[in-house]
């Protein structure tokens, strides 16, 4: 079975990994200091990285205030839900505001449109 998690966390965790990526790449610029250039190509690629990730940080930002939040039934916390299925943020559990979904195994589908 796929490990899933909740939406606003897997793009805050794809934010994070961008800004790593940056780091990773400007500093590989350094084994090419005798090549101005290709030091010069490395760092605005680490930049340009940096600059994806705060990006997608607004981005977050933007879906955060469209997320609704509600009580999670499992953990009793208040989580962000985005689409018709996600999952709690803290503890998992798989959440849904479609009442003729609840109870089915959770499937991250449901959030395309359904088919007719
Ligand atoms: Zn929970």
Sequence with gaps: ????????????????????????????????????????????LGVLCIFASTAVYVWIGLLSTKAIVIECPSCQKHTKMLGRVDMCMYCNEPLTLDPTLEGKDFDESYNKKVRT
């Design 1 to 44: 079975m796929k490990k899933y998690s909740s939406k606003i966390n897997k793009i805050r965790s794809f934010a994070l990994s961008l800004i790593f990526i940056g780091f990773v790449v400007m500093y590989g610029g350094i084994f090419f200091k005798n090549n101005p250039w290709l030091v010069l190509i490395f760092m605005s």
